[in-house]
């Protein structure tokens, strides 16, 4: 067992969600720093994670590991089919604010924003 699962494991009182074990064996394929880059958070956020003790939004911090590394396809009606949920998360976080005049950005930004997935980053 590795220094995080055992970190997780007291942490989460030995009732680790999956998703931590998923966070956590990422991290030690990889590095803290790599996998809190590809989450688009902080090293922090994902240390105060792994040991249960962020005080954000933990249910937002789930949604991106599962949809990073668990990777369910999506539906997807604007892009006509199925999408990796990672490609769907990076679409709503760009729905956040219209910084492009792109055809397609703009036609994500609407149709992201009009998807019951969508909620924006104060709501959750």
Known sequence: MSNRAILADDGWNGSVPDWVTVLVTECDQSSQATVAKKLDVSSALVSQ???????GNMGNVETIVRETFMNAPVQCGALGGEIESATCLTW???????TSSSPMRVMMFHACRACPKFKPEAEE
């Open 49 to 55: 994670t792994i040991r249960n003790q962020y005080k």
């Open 92 to 98: 709503r976080r760009r729905a956040e604010n219209l």
